[in-house]
């Protein structure tokens, strides 16, 4: 069964672009969430999807944004990119049984460097 | 808002030592644990869990974890650790429902033989 993947797998921009990442989750997986890390912050929740609506959703600005396909491939939308915005950027696909937690596997992520 | 505590940030031990990383979370509510690891140049992947019922967990490579609720604890032990366990340890809650994860900073650990 294949992972998670993630493209690209690394990508440079420069302040004020903006950049999509994408993410498709194993195999009759339907939820997608994404994750920023960083060395100062660590691992934060950006926001989940799961049958195309977004379930759930962290404290970042309205510049980052997601969707979700009718097969459950996911992007991520980050808008007039900051130095900041600088991260590993990671995808998790689950099952997404609804009110439950599920075993959440990690793609390999995407790094997003801002110059 | 709910916060998790790593207590290590870096832990050198040599193999066949014990390993006990800390973990403290913040919420009240009913909550689920896990602990990640992320080997070198790996994806992040789940250790262990604990959604209720026996508080001592029990995941893979011989890794468990105790839950004290009256501690807001999940501490991460393992008896004798290999050179191959060294990596990054992030503990984890699930709150707010469904997927969303609240990490802790993570612990990288490093085993030497």
């Known amino acids: 069964k294949a992972g998670v993947t993630q493209t690209p797998r690394y990508l440079i921009k420069t302040r004020g672009q903006q950049v999509t990442l994408s993410c498709s989750p194993i195999?009759?997986?339907?939820?997608v969430s994404w994750y920023q890390q960083t060395p100062g912050q660590g691992l934060q929740f950006l926001f989940e999807?799961?049958?195309?609506?977004?379930?759930n959703k962290g404290n970042f600005p309205g510049r980052f944004s997601g969707r979700q396909f009718s097969n459950s491939r996911s992007e991520m939308n980050v808008s007039t990119l900051e130095l900041g915005d600088s991260a590993l950027y990671l995808c998790a696909s689950s099952l997404g049984s609804s009110g439950s937690y599920n075993e959440q596997f990690f793609g390999p992520g995407t790094r997003l460097t801002v110059l | 808002a709910q916060s998790v505590s790593q207590h290590n940030h870096h832990v050198i031990l040599s193999e066949a030592a014990s390993l006990e990383l800390g973990c403290n979370y913040s919420?009240?509510?009913?909550?689920?644990l896990f602990w990640y690891v992320q080997y070198p140049g790996q994806h992040l992947q789940l250790l262990l869990k604990?959604?209720?019922?026996?508080?001592l967990v029990k995941g893979i490579k011989g890794f468990e974890a105790e839950f004290i609720k009256s501690k807001f604890s999940f501490n991460l032990r393992k008896p004798s650790v290999q050179w191959s366990d060294t990596a990054e340890y992030f503990c984890?809650?699930?709150?707010?429902?469904?997927?969303?994860?609240?990490f802790g900073a993570g612990t990288r650990l490093a085993v030497h033989p």
């Open positions: 919420y009240g509510g009913t909550v689920n």
């Open positions: 195999s009759g997986h339907r939820s």
């Open positions: 984890a809650v699930g709150s707010g429902g469904y997927n969303k994860l609240i």
């Open positions: 999807y799961f049958s195309e609506t977004q379930r």
């Open positions: 604990y959604f209720s019922g026996d508080p």
